[in-house]
């Protein structure tokens, strides 16, 4: 199965921009359904955007549509999350997940603060 690193995260004034990364190694990766995931303090984990394994299809969490997009790039097996227009609601560590939906393993990876605020 693929292990997965984010990076990218950091602190960002709001209406500022922030692209998160998510390497993945080890597997291979066009066969995972890709999804980035927050949580806030004192919150549930949150799905925020999903993609499809070929990338031709995505979700987003109705609090972030129109702000961010997920992205991948299957050759050099990375997820990407650019997020525009942020607001200190987005606040939070954000996980990259993988999903391989012919056995049903799922991974995580260590999570990315994202601190937004002036």
């Known amino acids: 199965q693929v292990q997965l690193v984010e990076s990218g995260g950091g602190l960002v004034q709001p209406g500022g921009s922030l692209t998160l990364s998510c390497a993945a190694s080890?597997?291979?990766?066009?066969?995972?359904?890709m999804g980035w995931y927050r949580q806030a303090p004192g919150k549930q984990r949150e799905l925020v955007a999903g993609?499809?394994?070929?990338?031709?299809?995505?979700n987003y969490a109705d609090s972030v549509k129109g702000r961010f997009t997920i992205s991948r790039d299957n050759a050099k097996k990375t997820v990407f999350l650019q997020m525009n227009s942020l607001k200190p609601d987005d606040t939070a560590v954000y996980y990259c997940?993988?999903?391989?939906?012919?056995?049903?393993?799922?991974?995580w990876g260590q999570g990315t603060l994202v601190s937004v605020s002036s």
């Open positions: 997940n993988a999903y391989r939906s012919y056995d049903g393993v799922e991974v």
């Open positions: 993609i499809n394994s070929s990338g031709s299809s995505t």
């Open positions: 080890g597997s291979i990766f066009r066969l995972y359904v």
